[in-house]
């Protein structure tokens, strides 16, 4: 009977393992294993044998990365350095999105730079079925330029978070029973580059690049991505054990919770939900307890 039940374990175990090993992709250790050059080879360099890479920007070009493969469901995760002292002008941006053109889903992190010792600003934005204009905007309470700090996207059948190290900066729910879109029919790539968006981005497009300070250059590493590959196994997206799915992942914890309060009263300098100007009617998904 011992030996039956030890059998019966192993084989359970053993298949749980090969299971988890398909469906779930695991933590790569090298920039190559799981991303490729999206744009501009020249400006992308590797650094500490693939597990580092280095990104430029000067008055030639940009550029930028993304995964090989989509994924359904899962987080994302990458510490980022960003482009120090006079950054006004660059826009590093981290994203995953559907490559779908009109029914796009894409969820941004975006870097605004600015003058040197002027607060990194953080835009979000939320694209639902090719609907975006969901921007909000956060004053970094550190200087994301000094050191490497961790930038994750928490993506789930219940909300999606975009965290700054361990900070919940945004949460946008799923709120399909209200009719708000929420991504959940495409599988989306991870993306990111370094450009010049000096039109647009510090203080409206005012704040010009100084191309004297070029080149710029920002820094990525521990890439991490686990979430179903697709193409893969079909069921793994609808799986419930998947452990970003699990009952710790459907809200955030009271830690959480509060640093969000944190985030919210004393850093956010933007938010579509309280701009009347652009929406004179308050968007479903703002409305107060959703
Ligand atoms: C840059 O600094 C100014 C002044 O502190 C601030 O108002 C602005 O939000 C900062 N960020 C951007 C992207 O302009």
């Known amino acids: 009977m011992t030996t039956f039940y030890h059998f019966t374990n192993a084989r359970v175990l053993f298949l749980w393992v090969l299971v988890s090993a398909v469906c779930v992709w695991g933590r790569p250790a090298t920039f190559v294993q799981d991303f490729r050059v999206a744009w501009a080879d020249s400006h992308i360099t590797q650094i500490d044998q693939g597990r580092a890479i280095q990104l430029k920007l000067d008055q030639n070009s940009g550029c930028g990365f993304a995964s090989k493969a989509k994924y359904m469901f899962g987080r994302v995760s990458m510490k980022i350095k960003l482009v120090p002292g ?5 826009v590093t941006a981290f994203y995953l999105n559907s490559d779908t053109d009109n029914v796009r889903d894409e969820l941004d992190f975006e870097f605004l730079g600015n003058r040197t010792g002027q607060p990194y600003t953080v ?15 956060v004053n ?10 961790t930038y994750s996207i928490m993506w789930n059948h219940r909300h999606i978070v975009f965290y700054v190290d361990d900070f919940p900066i945004r949460v946008y729910k799923n709120n399909e029973r209200r009719g708000v879109p ?4 495409q599988a989306m790539g991870v993306y990111s580059t370094l450009w010049e968006a000096d039109d647009w981005a510090t203080r409206g497009g005012l704040e010009k690049i100084d191309w004297s300070k070029a080149p710029f250059y920002a820094y990525y590493k521990d890439f991490d991505i686990e979430g179903c590959a697709v193409p893969g196994p ?18 955030l914890n009271a830690i959480e919770a509060r640093r969000y309060r944190w985030v919210r009263m004393n850093h956010v300098i933007y938010d579509y939900c309280r701009d ?7 968007p479903p998904e703002c409305l107060a307890g959703i």
């Open 86 to 90: 006079d950054s006004a002008g660059t």
């Open 123 to 137: 835009q979000t934005n939320v694209f639902a079925h090719g609907k975006g204009d969901r921007e909000q905007r």
């Open 140 to 149: 970094l309470w550190f200087d994301p330029s000094a050191d490497f700090h």
């Open 182 to 185: 929420y991504p959940k029919m």
């Open 234 to 251: 079909a069921n793994c997206a609808s799986n419930p054990r998947n452990w970003w799915e699990g009952a710790e992942y459907q809200a």
């Open 276 to 282: 009347k100007s652009r929406y004179p009617l308050t």
